[in-house]
């Protein structure tokens, strides 16, 4: 059974990858959900992100498989940043980037990119092709239309 996972996906905070990701500098469209950052390994689908004044707040759909993941993590690409401190308090402040994917995971890479919320949905897998071509029944509904249609189509020309 599919579940509903929500928290933060990003924090302004240092990071282990010593990133800040500053409110507001991540752009997307249509990033993946995936288990790892592994692009083979789709989790669900992301149905919500929303920059909060606390973060970036991520709503989305889990497999079963993958629903139990404690944490989400990021993946982006960076536009412009900023080089803060020297030494072992050096880090970068990202100002502008774009958001590839969210990843499930055991470990956050951001302090607090917890999983918050999680809740059970309907039986019906999120990744499920929603393509009306995979349906058989639909197939033969289709072609008996089609049919039809030509049968009607012949009969306005004045055929049989």
């Known amino acids: 059974m599919p579940y509903r996972l929500e928290g ?4 302004p905070v240092r990071d282990a990858e010593d990133h800040l990701v500053a409110l507001k500098s991540l752009s997307w469209n249509a990033p993946k959900l995936l288990y790892r ?3 083979k390994v789709v989790a669900g689908k992301i149905v919500s ?10 709503e989305c759909d889990a497999e ?11 993946r982006f ?3 412009e940043h900023e080089i803060k401190g020297v030494g072992r308090e050096a880090h970068a402040i990202v100002k502008r980037g774009i958001l590839t994917e969210v990843s499930l995971v055991q470990t956050p890479c951001c302090p ?11 039986d019906t897998p999120i990744t499920k092709s929603t393509n009306p071509f995979n349906d058989a029944e639909w197939q033969v ?3 008996q239309r089609q049919i039809k249609i030509k049968t ?8 049989n």
Not at 112 to 122: F, I, N, Q, T, W
């Open 141 to 143: 509904r289709h072609e």
């Open 112 to 122: 607090g990119a917890l999983v918050v919320h999680r809740h059970k949905l309907p």
């Open 37 to 39: 950052h592994d692009d």
């Open 8 to 11: 933060f996906a990003s924090l």
């Open 64 to 74: 079963d498989q993958y629903a139990e993941s404690p944490a989400f993590s990021i």
């Open 49 to 58: 992100l929303k920059w909060r004044d606390q973060g970036l707040w991520i």
């Open 152 to 159: 009607l189509l012949s009969e306005m020309k004045g055929g």
């Open 77 to 79: 690409s960076v536009r």
